[in-house]
């Protein structure tokens, strides 16, 4: 669920970060009762393992399993879900992310099987015996290993893929330019008219869908909601109070320069030669 430079900014940072959110808090919670359910279900026995594995040839590859199962080379997975998201569940399916990180559990682990128990809140209780695919383990195996050994040790970034998350993590590790510094842009001709190209087009789009809103603005008038049995919009008034640097720096200087943030950024620009 996280792009590779996501993975990469996490692995070379030397920042500690605790992201948290509802639905990661309530999947530790229901955690227990998951296991619970399970041992219900199934009649096996599972512990926690209390430790974080570590593969033993390849020590980059670790995994903390939230169960093992008691009497076979397994263990469980366990997982919450809105029920809106039942059918990424339905007819022995299994969301491919959760899928790759049992195989990766397994792997590591050593294990001949993994369960995965998951929690539809209100709609469901589903659990499934995925069994070791040798195949799938080399594959992981070499592909961890390669973004290891030729990213994470090399320190080189993985290609961007476009993402909002790729722009932040290259600002992250680029933040400040060198005055005066230039390199040749070789290599890019075809890709920078591709994107003018796509300039073009966004554009055009754009301009498609601002005509598409004006023409409900009109249809509305000072009228705040519109709607029918597909569409609600909402056009409504906001107030809000801005300061008016300008002035104040004007009329009250010293308060200006107190009170002023500096804040650096980056500005990329594409012209023509």
């Known amino acids: 669920y996280k792009t590779a430079i996501q993975v990469y900014q996490d692995k070379v940072s030397s920042e500690t970060k605790d992201f948290d959110n509802e639905a990661m808090r309530q999947g530790r919670d229901f955690e227990d009762y998951v296991a619970r359910r399970f041992t219900e279900v199934t009649g096996k026995k599972v512990r926690r393992a209390n430790a974080m594995f570590c593969h033993e040839e390849y ?19 366990c997982k919450t879900a809105s029920p809106y998201l039942a059918d990424k569940w339905k007819d022995g399916q299994i969301p491919m992310h959760y899928y790759i990180q049992c195989l990766h559990y397994m792997t590591v682990c050593d294990a001949d099987a993994w369960y995965i128990a998951v929690l539809i809140f209100g709609k469901d209780f589903k659990y499934y015996r995925i069994e070791r695919d040798e195949t799938m383990v080399a594959d992981l195996i070499q592909i961890e290993r390669d973004f290891w050994e030729n990213h994470i040790l090399a320190r080189k970034l993985p290609a961007p893929d476009g993402s909002k998350i790729a722009d932040s993590a290259i600002l992250e590790f680029f933040r400040e330019s060198e005055a005066g ?72 200087p010293e308060v200006y320069e107190k009170y002023k943030k500096t804040i650096s950024s980056r500005r990329f620009q594409i012209k023509a030669a």
Not at 209 to 229: D, F, P, S, T, Y
């Open 59 to 77: 020590p980059f590859m670790l995994a903390d399993v939230d169960r093992m199962v008691v009497g076979e080379k397994a263990g469980l997975e």
């Open 181 to 252: 510094r230039s390199v040749p842009l070789t290599g890019f001709e075809d890709r920078l008219r591709q994107r003018q190209k796509l300039t073009e087009q966004v554009e055009k789009l754009e301009q498609e869908k601002r005509q598409i809103e004006q023409e409900i603005k009109l249809h509305m008038g000072e009228a705040e909601l519109a709607e029918n049995e597909e569409f609600r919009v909402l056009w409504k008034s906001i107030h809000s109070s801005r300061l008016d640097e300008k002035r104040l720096k004007a009329e009250q």
